[in-house]
DNA sequence: CATAGGACTTGGTGTAAGGATC
DNA sequence: GATCCTTACACCAAGTCCTATG
C-alpha cells in the first residue's frame, strides 16, 4: 500500500513494534590518541611518563580541572579509585595521593587544542563537516518497515568521568569504553545484519520485533541498560507521541469524575485512601512527577510526590492574609529545586497535618502509598491512566486555555508569538521547568536596549522629517519610513520583554513533551502565524503528524 | 507483594553551527 | 570577512511505568 504515507499504515495488534529492520549498528568512540611526549604529567613534584590506559583517564580529568566539581571531595575519591583501577603496578604503588598529581600541562594543551580547533581554515572545518555527514549517511539512517527513518544517537558516548546531577554519590566514577563485545544488535533476521569492526564481535544479535530498539549496551556507573532508538521523527516515536496526547484527551473527559472522587476520598476511614486522594490532588493540582522510590546511596537524594518526605513540607494554617497554606521545598528530578506555597482546602491541609503525626524529618509523608499504588488506582479509573498522564494533561489544557485567552487577530504577528510564548510559560511554571539564567543573559539585554534606543532615536528624526515634510506639502514617503519604523521598534520592545519574561524559565521541555502540537498548529492557522515561527527545523520534523493532521479549529 | 530488570520518555547544559552585524 | 550572538542540537542523564520473578 505504498500510497499510504507512515502515519496511515495499519498497525499490528499481536504488540511486535516493527516487520522489517535494517541497520548498520553504532559509530564507536574514536580510539585514544596518546599524548605527545612534551606534555607531562608530574607526581610529587616530578615529571612521571604514565601507561597508555592511566593517560587516558588521567586526561579525562585533567579535561575537567576547572569545574569546581574536580575539587570536591567524592568526586576526587571516586575518581582515584577507579584511576587506580586503570594503573600498572608501579604506577599504583607510586601515585597514592591524588592531591601530589600535576594535571596542568595536560590540562594547558587540551586548552591549546580547542583553540587551535577554532582556529582552522574555512576548508579545514569543511572537511570535517563532510565527513561528519558521510557518518551520518552511513550510520545515522535505518530501514524500518517500508521507511528510511533517522535514528537519534547512532554514536555510542565516548570514555570519560561521570558527572551526574546535583549531589550525586558516584560523581568522579570512571565511564569505561564501550567495546562490540558489550553491545546487542537488534534488527530483523531476513535484514543485512551490521558487521562489527574487523577483529570483533557482537555481544549478540537477537530479533525481537516486540521492542523499537536497535543495540543495546550495559552502562557501568549504574549498571542499567542503554539503546540506540529512533529520532522522534520516526513512525514509531511520532504515533507515540500521538496516542499519549490521545490518552491526555481522554483524561479531558473524565477528569471532573476522578476529581470529585479524590475530594471524596479524603473523607475515607482508611489511611491509604486518604493518602492516595491527597497526593492526586497535588499530582493534578501542581503537576508533580509521580516519585517512584530509588535506591539510597546509588542516585542524588531527589523526590517526587509519593517519595516526598515530612522535611519536605511545611503547614501554615494562616500565612499573610491566606488561610491553610502548605509550603514545598525539596528537590526533583535532575536537583531542580521545586519550591512553592499554596492555599489548600481545609480538609486537605487537616489530613496532611494527620500524615504528619508523630513522624521524623526524614520520614515518608505517605507512608502507606508508592507509585505502583497509585497508578494500580488510576488504571481502575480510566484505561492507560497513570500519574504522568495529569501532567500531560494540564499542561496542554493550560496550554489551550492561555492561548485562548492571551491571542488577539489583531495583534501583529510578533505579538502574536509574544501571547504564545507567554502561554507556553505559563505551562513552564506549572510544570517547573526551570533554567540557570544564561550567562550572558544580562549583556544580552543590554544589546537589546541599546538597539531599542537607537530606534528611538531613528523614529523621532523620521517623524521630525515628515512634520517638516508635511508643513512644504510633500508627504507620502516619509509617512511609510515613520511606520516602518514604528514597527521594527515596537518588534524590538516585544522581544526584550520576551525575554527578560523568559530569564529562568526553560520553554523547551514543555514544548516538545506536554503540549499536544495540534493545540499550536491549529492555533497558527486560526491566528495566520506560519508555523517556522513556532517550531523549528527539528520540531517541526518531530511533530509532521500533527502538522499534517490538525485544523484551525482543532480542540485538546 | 517486593524487587529487579527492561524499555521508553523527559531533562538541563554546554558548545558548535550558522546568522547577524560591524 | 572577521567577530559577535543566538539558536539548535548533541550530550548525558534521570525520570516513569510495565513485566517477570520468587
Excluded at 531542580?336 to 515518608?364: G, T
Aim: overall charge positive; hydrophobic content about 30%; glycine content about 4%.
Amino acid at each position: 500500500s505504498s500510497h499510504l504515507n507512515k502515519w496511515e499504515e495499519e498497525r499490528s495488534t499481536d504488540g511486535s513494534k516493527w516487520r522489517f529492520l535494517e541497520h548498520k549498528g553504532p559509530v564507536f568512540a574514536p580510539p585514544y590518541e596518546p599524548l605527545p611526549g612534551k606534555v607531562k604529567f608530574y607526581y610529587d613534584g616530578k615529571p612521571m611518563k604514565l601507561s597508555a590506559p592511566a593517560e587516558e583517564v588521567a586526561t579525562f580529568f585533567a579535561k575537567m580541572l576547572d569545574h569546581e566539581y574536580t575539587t570536591k571531595d567524592i568526586f576526587r575519591k571516586n575518581f582515584f579509585k577507579d584511576w587506580r583501577k586503570e594503573m600498572t603496578s608501579e604506577e599504583k604503588s607510586t601515585i597514592t595521593d591524588l592531591n601530589k598529581c600535576n594535571f596542568s600541562e595536560m590540562s594547558e594543551y587540551f586548552k591549546a587544542q580547542s583553540e587551535a580547533r577554532k582556529q582552522m581554515s574555512k576548508e579545514e572545518k569543511q572537511k570535517i563537516k563532510e565527513e561528519n555527514e558521510r557518518l551520518l549517511q552511513e550510520y545515522g539512517f535505518c530501514i524500518m518497515d517500508n521507511h528510511k527513518e533517522r535514528i537519534g544517537n547512532f554514536r555510542i558516548e565516548p570514555p570519560g568521568l561521570f558527572r551526574g546531577r546535583g549531589d550525586h554519590p558516584k560523581m568522579g566514577m570512571l565511564k569505561r569504553r564501550i567495546r562490540p563485545e558489550d553491545i546487542i544488535i537488534n534488527c530483523s533476521k531476513d535484514s543485512k545484519h551490521p558487521k562489527p569492526p574487523p577483529g570483533t564481535k557482537w555481544k549478540e544479535v537477537r530479533h525481537d520485533n516486540k521492542v523499537t530498539w536497535l543495540a543495546s549496551w550495559t552502562e557501568n556507573i549504574q549498571g542499567s541498560i542503554k539503546y540506540i532508538m529512533l529520532n522522534p521523527s520516526s513512525r514509531i516515536k511520532g504515533e507515540k507521541d500521538w496516542q499519549k496526547y490521545e490518552t491526555a484527551r481522554r483524561l479531558k473527559k473524565c477528569v471532573d469524575r476522578i476529581r470529585s472522587q479524590y475530594r471524596d476520598d479524603w473523607k475515607s476511614k482508611e489511611m491509604r485512601i486518604r493518602q492516595r486522594a491527597v497526593a492526586l490532588y497535588f499530582i493534578d493540582k501542581l503537576a508533580l512527577r509521580a516519585g517512584n522510590e530509588k535506591e539510597e546511596g546509588e542516585t542524588a537524594d531527589t523526590v517526587g510526590c509519593c517519595s516526598l518526605r515530612v522535611e519536605h513540607i511545611k503547614l501554615y494554617p494562616k500565612m499573610d492574609e491566606q488561610e491553610y497554606v502548605v509550603e514545598f521545598d525539596f528537590l526533583g528530578k535532575d536537583s531542580i529545586r521545586y519550591y512553592n506555597k499554596i492555599p489548600v482546602e481545609k480538609r486537605v491541609f487537616k489530613n496532611l497535618q494527620l500524615f504528619l503525626e508523630n513522624k521524623q524529618p526524614e520520614d515518608d509523608l505517605f507512608d502507606r502509598l508508592n507509585t505502583s499504588i497509585l497508578n494500580k488506582h488510576l488504571q481502575e479509573l480510566m484505561d492507560g491512566l497513570t500519574a504522568k498522564v495529569f501532567r500531560t494533561y494540564n499542561a496542554s489544557i493550560t496550554l489551550q486555555q492561555q492561548l485562548k485567552e492571551l491571542s488577539c487577530s489583531d495583534d501583529s504577528v510578533p505579538a502574536k508569538i509574544l501571547s504564545y510564548n507567554r502561554a507556553n510559560r505559563a505551562v513552564a511554571i506549572l510544570c517547573n521547568h526551570q533554567r540557570a539564567p544564561p550567562k550572558t543573559f544580562e549583556k544580552s539585554m543590554q544589546n537589546l536596549q541599546t538597539k531599542i534606543d537607537e530606534k528611538q532615536n531613528q523614529l523621532s528624526a523620521a517623524r521630525k522629517q515628515l512634520k517638516a515634510a508635511k508643513a512644504d506639502h510633500k508627504a507620502s514617503h516619509d509617512e511609510k519610513t515613520v511606520q516602518r519604523i514604528e514597527e521594527q521598534l515596537m518588534k524590538l520592545q516585544v522581544q526584550a520583554t520576551d525575554r527578560e519574561e523568559n530569564k529562568q524559565i526553560a520553554l523547551g521541555t514543555s514544548k516538545l513533551n506536554y503540549l499536544d502540537p495540534r493545540i499550536s498548529v491549529a492555533w497558527c492557522k486560526k491566528y495566520g502565524v506560519p508555523i517556522e515561527k513556532i517550531y523549528n527545523k527539528t520540531q517541526r520534523e518531530k511533530f509532521a503528524w500533527a502538522i499534517d493532521m490538525a485544523e484551525k479549529d482543532y480542540e485538546f
